[in-house]
């Protein structure tokens, strides 16, 4: 939900809206619309939106964000004439304005709790599983009070979407940010603006478009920058000192580093049916008789540390929900 309010605040917006600052869900595909709520209408490669948003039209849409091209705006015409309940509002970029929107949304958010997270999960290999596994622990001990990236919408579009669902209830966000080209970790630290977050590690992935794996370091790593960069250094942050690359990461006043290494501040030890992460005298053990693999021990204990740290006083209750995770397709 965002308030309309906001629209303002986007250098894309081409001109005075006079919105109600009212809260909306926003929708950018026009098959999931739920009235009320406002439509971005992003042009596909093969589907100009506004072709296809009569039906929500109809159910009297409040307000349609539209990209202005001369094309466009006859459609804009025609659309108005018809439906003169919706208020249709011009943008330079509908991809921009939608990253403006969910930027300056969730700005606001985090600045109205110190309690208020965006976690931030990238890496080579193991994002979706470790976004997985720590929403549902969050969730069961957070009822309503998490929103987490759904199935691995974690690129431009997907990370502006999962913002643009946290509301005034909302506590943790867990959000997985995905690279295939150099800079694309960036663009999505700019919007989002991470104040924790966790690299798993760095492997040869997309080598098509990073060539090596330093670069694939540089990309996957902006994360631990980009933390660093909006909370000053006192950003909860885990670094994997198991990775070769992720070793070289110095430390912060907040980061804690962890693996079975004999250098990690927190140790990692497997077990029959999970593992154990023992940091400053405290064991934080997850069991769980539906995962295999020791990757899939070592995720899950990582999540049991995280979990523990934003929530203390609920170790048993992490922990029981931490046996409860099963995969998801």
Not at 152 to 160: A, F, K, S, Y
Not at 224 to 231: G, I, N, P, Q
Not at 276 to 284: I, K, L, P
């Amino acid at each position: 939900m965002i308030n309309l309010a906001l629209v303002q605040r986007c250098p894309s917006v081409l001109e005075k809206t006079n919105l109600e600052p009212q809260a909306l869900p926003v929708f950018t595909d026009t098959r999931k619309y739920k009235h009320p709520g406002a439509f971005v209408a992003i042009p596909g490669e093969k589907v100009n939106p506004l072709d296809v948003i009569t039906k929500l039209l109809e159910e009297n849409c409040p307000v349609v964000f539209w990209e202005k091209t001369e094309a466009n705006a006859a459609k804009v015409r025609d659309l108005s004439a018809k439906f003169p309940g919706t208020k249709f509002v011009p943008v330079a970029s509908s991809v921009t304005f939608l990253q403006e929107l969910s930027h300056h949304h969730i700005t606001e958010w985090k600045q109205r709790s110190p309690k208020n997270t965006v976690f931030a999960i990238s890496g080579s290999n193991g994002k979706t599983t470790h976004k997985e596994m720590l929403s549902a622990i969050l969730k069961a001990i957070l009822p309503g009070k998490v929103v987490a990236t759904e199935k691995n919408n974690n690129n431009h579009l997907g990370v502006p979407l999962t913002l643009l669902q946290v509301s005034a209830a909302t506590e943790m966000v867990v959000l997985e940010l995905g690279s295939n080209h150099p800079g694309e970790i960036k663009v999505l630290c700019d919007i989002a603006a991470p104040n924790a977050g966790l690299i798993t590690n760095i492997g040869a992935t997309h080598m098509e478009f990073f060539g090596t794996e330093e670069k694939v370091f540089e990309e996957e790593g902006y994360l631990y920058h980009a933390v660093k960069s909006v909370t000053g250094g006192k950003g909860f942050f885990l670094i994997n000192v198991d990775d070769k690359f992720l070793s070289r990461l110095p430390p912060t006043p907040a980061s804690v580093t962890y693996g079975e290494s004999a250098k990690a501040l927190a140790r990692i030890s497997y077990l029959e049916t999970g593992a154990q992460m023992t940091y400053q005298g405290q064991d934080f053990v997850a069991l769980n008789n539906h995962i295999t693999g020791k990757h899939n021990k070592l995720n899950l204990v990582t999540c049991v540390f995280i979990a523990n740290h934003f929530y203390p006083h609920q170790k048993v209750q992490i922990a029981e929900a931490a046996g409860k995770f099963q995969p998801t397709k």
